[in-house]
């Protein structure tokens, strides 16, 4: 934006006038470069100035672009580089000394470059930039075009040079790091390989550093876990871990300041230490070179501290320090000597060979520059004299064609020559300078300066300056110093707002003429003086910051007011503004630079917030206040920024400078630009302040941060300007001629004031001993001097003191005698009755006075009151703050018991609430860790279920009686407490819920078991805490009981009339901490303010109470019983202590004169006194006793309640001793927790590592594959070329057959001979003294080796060298093929070497690949053995066991004291072992026991054999068909019903109500089958009967049928036939014998035939119920399986590995 503003600025400039830059004055900030033998160059501003060392003649190049940023030059090829500093940077190669551009370089850089450099031999150059990108470039300058870059973020460097030797090496230097960059090269691909180098600590020792990334010596920890990298354990997991180091591990090294190459390609590294290194430029390694000390005189000894600039030379290298001396560093093999070389005045920055050897360039820190040549005899010459500082004013001297003056703000005063800027003469006035301004009427000059005073100094004598006058007016800096026209008058502003009119004659000696006050913020002083009037018009533009807006005063001087100064003027200096017309306006808007034109009374103004200079008309009549200015011409400026106007001397140009750097002339009137010129850029602020000659041909701009001098001359300049302002220079010559011959014969004979001067040599020497001891200044007694503005005051007060000194006596002498009258009247007053009396007031005879002293006490009072309640309020809201987090914010408060007779206290535990988010955590967890119980339970349940239902219900009655008795009883953790590791259990609190230390593996258990140890913690101290509160009370309790019992004991001691103390017990401040924040009457120190009504209110409460203490005297009644009978009515019990019989008033009398009745009253009188001792003995016993008893109660119960405290602190120890156990698991797992992030931190990083490896070797195996490539291309045309050039050797004889064969041998020879190359010799002084000889080739040195070889052949190519007899069209023939013939040996030979160099190329990117394999193997291999210690550190958890103390004796010593291959596992484990062996060992002796019983049963079994066989076969058809029964559905609802025992339980309910409504049908049917019953008996009955009739009939026929048979049978052979019929009619004749007998057989077997199906059915049913049971039993088992392979799975066992 600001360029193009610049840019924009251009078309406006017409009329054919333009200004151009003769010369620019200014000196190096940077290092100052040669650019050939003879030449040296530095930028400054937007310029870079070449200085030829011989005739000092300056040559300038100004940058298109604004400032110059850095800079670089090539001496070979006599180049300049340099960068411009705008947005996005350009970098410009110019050549010398035409100084016509070569090439543009555009980057991608952002900001600006800081570094460039070019490369000893070659086109390359090397750039390197800043913020934000961090980047090293290297360009090939010539073809405009980057080669590689390469980006290092943070990396700030300071220093870059490339090897002279080796363009290949270059080297990069901070002050904290060093880094060698090798450029590789592979045809046109480069690329950068940075190598840092390990610089020793600041000792010069160095440091073994272990590798970060895989630390092989990390000590190895068996208690607390791996041992990670500091990496790990600061959670880094990025980049940035590959760095890390903590500030303890962070060691100083050594920081370079500087360093320079070596002819054998080391490094010379000079250190702020005072160190000097060399490093190896191949192997990088460091050595520390040691320093030769040699003994010279202690006054001669200087401490070296550290080189600030290192430039080689033969058998060493010269260094320069901070003292202003060169030393030259004498090095052999490992040390080295110092030795001085030169001194110079200043300390030097910066040093440089020429680039032949024989000068050397010395720059100072100020910027001058010095040339020492070397040779018989050396010299020392200053070509460049610089400042002290940049310029802060510069003036012409009049009239500006010749001399003009510069000052700087250290007070330095130069007189230069214009034409070539030469300096004539210098002076310093030692004091801070702030303006300059040179008389148009003498040849002098005012300065104005910091402390207040204005120097006048004398240039009569150009070469010797010299200070003719002082004065010092005010103790406030002068800000301006302003000459008239016509240098009549000087007018001075000062910082506090105070313009000084001064006669700027010297012949007056620069009389004061006085003052007047402005604003203080005064911006510029405008003066209008012409040659017609006799007036000069002042004004004054000052700002208005918080309306925004400006003010401009305007008053008048005529040209007489020297001569009548007293008469403008009052005694204090001040001039009348009634009489110099002073008048006042302001503008709406804000203004920068506002001038008075000398025409028709306008102004012309600066906005400095809007781009616009503005024309304001002044009114024409007279006014009072402040008037308003509106603008009257507004034109729009291309300049930005805030910007200062001049007028011409003829005042007809209005010349404008702003923060953009560019200088405009524009027309008054028109306001139009005419002419114009960036001098100057928007980077370094713009333009300070410029002078125009009184001709107008003299232009001189000074910048404002650049530090650049620029004077510009017309180009073209003539017409109408240029007569009208020569014109207008001559009248004003001609008129101030007179006045300038007078005041310069004046000056020339003014003596030199005496001031504190020096010239340039003495000022060198005061600064330097300044800077080196302050100690050794002489201060004198000089008499302060005082301003002049003080001393018209002072003599204003005398003048007024000694004019008014009677009437002030008579005034004193009145206020005396007055005094002493008030004096009396108040004594009087004072002896006055109180209505009588005055106020005190009313003797105020000020009493406004007296009303004005009061209010500002009462606002101090208000104030200090404010102040104090400020104090108060905040040391309360500190109370508040500290109350509410130690007090309020605790739910349980801190409090502390005490004993009564023992020093035993006891204390509770402060508690706070907990929040709602730890309440919310925990009750996850509860909630966590009963679900996991319930889960555990069943699964429990389901593993152990039995396979009968018998056993079911009663594990389950079981299991109901179990959960019954644990609702009744408090859960407890089923650990003991050695393995529970904590007394926790003791205080009643639930552990049940916390997991085994041995199973906690995984995050969030470790966490959920942290959240309920806190949990216990938390209980244990609530339940301490409630004992401590019941202990509390009791003591509550027991105070109060002794307070009761005291008042008692009070009362005996009373009666009994001893001095015993009674023992009260109270609370202490401890017990009752509350009692802390309130504060008591008695704390309060301070006297208590009492208000006055509080005093009325306490005297009317006296008052009252006296009324009634007189009343009460009055009553006489009262006083009678308390005279009588002590006030009571009736005597007590308790009041016999104090009766006493009164005596018989005879008692006085002696014994001989009492009466009989006397006697008997005496004899009475002593019965009753004794009878009243004995009443008082008796009492007085009784007394006694209840005083012990009530004393020995209250010791009793002290006593119990200190032994209850007592158990209590024990009580206490053993919570404290919990919370510590608990404290301790809860840090042990903290600490697992911690490791395991460590863990987790190291294998993201790892993994992280192992990603960037994976790219990089993707990175890496590209550019392998892609430079394998190349060499294979660019191989096959190599060979193609070699095979061409064997080609063109075999084909030659064949190309000439045609000519005879000796010619043919003769030119054959000739076509293998080659010119021989005469190489340069050098001079052998130059050889001898130039460090690096000869340079190595480069493309561009082969390119003129080929040329010069080209030349050479071309003398061989003369015809004089052609053989007899040959015809000479063969002979060019002949030439023209050597020549191609050596034309192609050339490009053979660059192939060859680039085909060699591109080979190394693949072979390093070969190497890189393999590296990063290995560190990609290398990462592998560390998350294998990460990954088994994280899984070996899940598996060795660090466990908490409480022991018992005391000591165990062992018969045998045989312990075991390495355990490190040990495990730790619960003693449950060992002892179920032991109780499964000897089950299974009781197992073993049972089945040998039955082994015995088998062999037995064996032949018991056999016989059974056979029948199970022949039942085997229809059992197996009878179990396949039960086996290939259907899976019911009771049984699907068995295993898919999640609640089938409801399922069964409803289904037993509607069994039973079935069973019921059976049971009532069954009733009936057996009441009914009973009826049927009798019914059958009966007839069962009958049937008996007709069956015994018909078994005896039976009998009698079988009886016949048995005799009939024997006679059959005997019969038998012979009536075979007839036996047969006689059967047949026997079984036809009785058949209903028959019948019965087969129904009774019938019935029989019927009943046996169902008795057998039931049973067998019964068998059948319940075979297939076995075989049911027996698969499910099996599934089951296989089941169980299944649920311990995963319980196990995600609960380890504690094996050993």
Not at 702 to 730: C, M, P
Not at 1022 to 1035: G, L
């Amino acid at each position: 934006m600001a360029q193009g503003r610049e840019r924009d600025e251009g078309p406006h400039s017409a009329g054919g006038a333009s200004l151009s830059v003769r010369w620019v004055q200014g000196f190096p900030k940077q290092n100052v470069h040669f650019v050939n033998d003879n030449t040296i160059c530095y930028p400054c501003g937007n310029y870079v100035i070449f200085i030829n060392i011989e005739t000092k003649k300056k040559t300038v190049l100004q940058c298109s672009n604004g400032i110059v940023g850095v800079m670089a030059t090539n001496i070979r090829c006599e180049v300049v580089a340099f960068s411009d500093r705008k947005l996005k940077p350009l970098i410009y190669i110019y050549s010398f000394p035409g100084l016509t551009r070569r090439t543009k370089l555009k980057g991608n850089i952002l900001l600006d470059y800081t570094l460039l450099s070019f490369s000893y031999c070659g086109t390359y150059l090397a750039s390197y930039s800043s913020l934000p990108e961090f980047e090293l470039a290297l360009w090939n300058w010539e073809s405009s075009i980057i080669l590689c870059r390469k980006s290092q973020p943070g990396m700030d460097v300071n220093q870059m040079s490339f090897n002279p030797m080796n363009w290949r090496q270059l080297c990069l230097s901070s002050p904290s790091t060093v880094s060698v960059w090798t450029i590789e090269r592979s045809n046109q691909e480069h690329c950068f390989r940075a190598r840092s180098v390990k610089l020793p600590l600041e000792d010069g020792s160095f440091f073994n550093e272990t590798d970060v990334v895989f630390p092989q010596s990390l000590p190895k920890d068996l208690i607390y876990g791996p041992v990670l990298p500091l990496s790990s354990i600061a959670g880094l997991v990025g980049e940035e871990a590959e760095t890390f180091r903590p500030k303890d591990d962070l060691y100083p090294l050594l920081h370079p300041t500087m360093h320079c190459w070596t002819p054998t390609s080391d490094l010379y590294i000079g250190c702020e230490e005072g160190h000097l290194l060399m490093i190896n430029g191949n192997t990088l390694q460091v050595t520390v070179l040691n320093k030769i000390e040699e003994e010279s005189p202690l006054e001669d000894r200087r401490n070296f501290i550290s080189p600030v600039t290192l430039v080689y030379q033969k058998e060493g290298v010269l260094a320069s320090g901070i003292d202003g001396f060169v030393y030259s560093f004498i090095i052999k093999d490992r040390s080295y000597m110092i030795e001085d070389f030169l001194e110079i005045e200043r300390p030097v920055e910066h040093m440089a060979f020429s680039p032949n050897y024989t000068m050397l360039l010395i720059q100072t820190d100020k910027g001058s520059v010095y040339i020492y040549t070397f040779g018989k005899e050396p010299t020392l010459n200053k070509v460049l004299d610089a400042c002290d500082g940049k310029f802060q004013a510069i003036d012409f001297i009049t009239p500006g064609t010749q001399y003009f003056m510069t000052l700087t703000h250290s007070g330095e005063i130069c007189v230069w020559w214009l034409e070539d800027c030469a300096c004539v003469s210098k002076i310093y006035l030692n004091t801070l300078a702030m303006v300059l301004a040179c008389c148009p009427s003498s040849l002098s000059a005012a300065v104005g300066t910091e402390d207040g005073s204005v120097y006048f100094i004398s240039v009569y004598d150009k070469e010797s300056p010299q200070v003719v006058h002082k004065a010092f007016l005010s103790e406030s800096s002068v800000q301006h110093v302003v000459y008239d026209q016509q240098g009549i008058f000087l007018l001075v502003g000062t910082s506090e707002g105070k313009v000084f009119i001064i006669n700027a004659n010297s012949s007056s000696s620069f009389q004061i003429i006085g003052f007047t006050e402005v604003a203080k913020d005064i911006l510029q002083i405008s003066t209008v003086s012409l040659l017609e009037t006799d007036i000069v018009k002042v004004m004054v533009l000052s700002s208005l910051p918080e309306a925004g807006r400006s003010r401009l005063e305007m008053f008048t001087l005529p040209t007489l007011l020297p001569q009548v100064s007293t008469t403008f003027a009052d005694e204090r200096g001040r001039l009348k503004d009634e009489i110099i017309h002073k008048y006042l306006y302001e503008l709406e808007h804000a203004l920068s630079s506002a001038v008075l034109g000398f025409q028709s009374n306008q102004i012309y103004g600066f906005c400095s917030q809007v781009p616009y200079i503005c024309s304001y008309l002044l009114p024409e009549e007279e006014h009072t206040g402040i008037y308003i200015l509106k603008p009257y011409k507004k034109v729009q400026s291309r300049q930005y920024g805030p910007g200062l106007l001049y007028l011409s001397s003829h005042g007809l140009w209005l010349i404008t400078i702003a923060k953009c750097g560019i200088l405009c002339i524009r027309d008054v009137y028109t306001l139009e630009t005419f002419a114009w010129c960036r001098s100057h850029s928007h980077q370094g602020h713009g333009i300070q302040s410029m002078r125009i000659s009184m001709d107008g041909q003299n232009i001189l701009v000074n910048g404002r941060d650049d530090g650049t001098l620029v004077y510009l001359k017309w180009k073209r300049f003539g017409g109408h300007l240029a007569s009208e302002i020569l014109d207008y220079y001559q009248k004003l010559l001609i008129s101030l001629s007179s006045a300038m011959d007078k005041e310069n014969h004046y000056l020339s004979t003014t003596p030199k004031v005496s001031v504190d001067l020096g010239s340039d040599s003495e000022h060198t020497k005061q600064k330097a001993s300044t800077d080196l001891s302050q100690d050794e200044l002489v201060l004198t007694d000089v008499k302060k001097e005082i301003p002049w503005i003080q001393q018209k005051s002072q003599e204003a007060i005398k003048k007024e003191v000694n004019l008014f000194s009677k009437k002030r006596k008579e005034i004193k002498q009145g206020i005396k005698s007055l005094s002493k009258t008030i004096l009396n009247m108040m004594e009087e007053n004072d002896k006055l009755e109180n209505i009588a009396k005055l106020d005190q007031q009313e003797f105020g005879l000020d009493l406004e006075e007296l009303e004005r002293l009061h209010d500002e006490s009462q606002e101090e009072v208000a104030k200090i009151i404010k102040d104090v309640e400020m104090h108060n309020l905040a040391k309360s809201y500190l109370a508040e703050l500290i109350k509410e987090e130690c007090w309020n914010s605790m739910a349980v408060k801190g409090q502390a018991l005490k004993c009564f007779h023992i020093p035993c206290v006891v204390e509770n535990f402060p508690m706070k609430a907990r929040t709602v988010e730890e309440l919310k955590e925990l009750e996850r967890v509860l909630q966590q860790k009963k679900i996991e119980a319930e889960c555990l339970k069943l699964r429990k349940e389901i593993v152990e279920a039995q396979s009968g239902v018998k056993l079911i219900k009663q594990r389950h009655e079981e299991d109901d009686e179990e959960e019954e008795e644990e609702d009744k009883t408090v859960k407890y953790s089923n650990l003991p407490n050695y393995l529970l590791g904590s007394l926790s259990t003791d205080f009643g609190v639930d552990t049940s819920l916390l997991s085994s230390q041995l199973e906690l593996h995984s995050r969030e258990e470790k966490i959920n078991q942290i959240i309920l140890l806190k949990d216990i913690i938390y209980k244990v101290k609530t339940v301490f805490n409630n004992e401590f509160d019941a202990a509390y009370k009791q003591k509550e309790f027991e105070i109060a009981r002794v307070k009761e019992r005291n008042v008692r004991i009070r009362e005996i001691i009373l009666d009994l009339e001893l001095e015993e103390a009674v023992w009260q017990p109270e609370f202490e401040d401890c017990e009752k901490p509350e009692r802390m924040l309130v504060v008591q009457d008695e704390e309060i120190t301070a006297h208590k303010h009492i208000k006055p009504w509080h005093k009325a209110k306490e005297l009317m409460v006296n008052h009252e109470k006296e009324h009634w203490l007189l009343i009460q005297d009055a009553s006489t009644r009262l006083r009678a019983l308390m005279d009588m009978m002590g006030g009571v009515l009736e005597v007590k019990k308790e009041d016999i202590l104090r009766m006493v019989i009164p005596q018989p008033a005879f008692m006085a009398k002696p014994d001989a004169v009492w009466t009989e009745e006397e006697r008997k009253q005496f004899k009475d009188y002593e019965k009753k006194v004794k009878e009243l001792n004995e009443e008082r003995d008796k009492y007085r016993k009784s007394l006694e006793a209840e005083l012990k008893k009530l004393q020995n109660s209250i010791q009793e119960s002290t006593q119990a309640f200190d032994e209850h405290l007592k158990r209590l602190f024990e009580r206490r120890v053993k919570a404290e001793m919990v919370t510590n156990q608990e404290e301790l698991k809860i840090s042990n797992l903290a600490f697992s927790l911690l490791l395991d992030e460590e863990l987790s931190s190291r294998e993201k990083f790892l993994n992280n590592y192992l990603t960037r490896k994976q790219h990089e070797k993707s990175q890496t195996s590209e550019a392998v594959r892609k430079s394998r490539e190349d060499l294979d291309v660019y191989k096959e045309h190599y060979d193609n070329l070699l095979a061409e050039d064997k080609v063109m050797d075999r084909s030659f004889k064949k190309e000439f057959s045609e000519i005879p064969g000796h010619q043919v041998d003769i030119l054959y020879k000739l076509f293998k001979r080659r010119p021989r190359i005469s190489k340069q010799k050098t001079h052998s002084e130059t050889t001898s003294v130039v460090p690096f000889g000869e340079l190595p080739g480069s493309g561009k040195l082969n390119k003129d080796a080929f040329a010069q070889l080209m030349k050479a052949m071309d003398e061989l190519d003369n015809i004089s060298n052609m053989p007899e007899g040959l015809d000479p069209l063969v002979w060019n023939h002949f030439c023209m093929t050597r020549r191609a013939k050596v034309e192609n040996e050339q490009k053979v030979k660059q192939k060859a070497a680039d085909l060699l160099e591109m080979a190394t190329f693949l072979q390093k990117r070969v190497e890189e690949e393999e590296k990063v394999q290995q560190e990609i193997e290398r990462v592998f291999h560390e998350l294998i053995l990460l990954q088994e210690e994280k899984v070996r550190f899940q598996l060795n958890l660090t466990i908490q066991i409480l022991l018992k103390q005391g000591q165990v004796e062992l018969e045998n010593f045989q312990l075991v004291l390495e355990y490190s291959d040990a495990i730790l596992i619960n003693k449950n484990i060992i002892e179920d072992l032991n109780s499964v062996i000897r089950t299974q060992g009781q197992k073993k002796v049972a089945s040998m026991m039955e082994s015995k019983d088998v062999h037995k049963r064996i032949l018991q079994i056999e016989w059974e054999h056979k029948k199970m066989e022949m039942e085997r076969e229809d059992l197996n058809q009878k179990a396949w068909d039960i086996q290939m029964l259907f899976f019911s559905r009771d049984r699907q609802k068995y295993l898919n019903e999640p609640n089938y025992e409801a399922l069964i339980s409803i289904q037993i309910g509607i069994m039973e109500q079935t069973i019921a409504v059976l049971d009532k049908t069954h009733k009936k049917n057996v009441e009914n089958c009973k009826k049927l019953l009798k019914k059958l008996g009966k007839f069962s009955n009958q049937k008996d009967i007709a069956n015994y009739a018909l078994s005896c009939n039976l009998r009698e026929e079988l009886v016949a049928v048995s005799e009939r048979k024997d006679i059959c049978n005997a019969m038998e052979s012979r009536f075979c036939h007839v036996g047969q019929a006689g059967l047949e009619l026997l079984s036809s004749s009785d058949p209903p014998t028959s019948a019965n007998q087969t129904a009774g057989i019938t019935g029989s077997k019927l009943t046996c035939e169902k008795i057998v199906k039931e049973r067998y059915e019964n068998m059948m049913q319940q075979q297939k119920l076995t075989n049911i049971s027996k698969q499910q039993a099996e599934q089951i088992s296989i089941l169980q399986t299944e649920v311990e392979r995963l319980r196990m799975k995600t609960f380890p066992a504690l094996v050993p590995m």
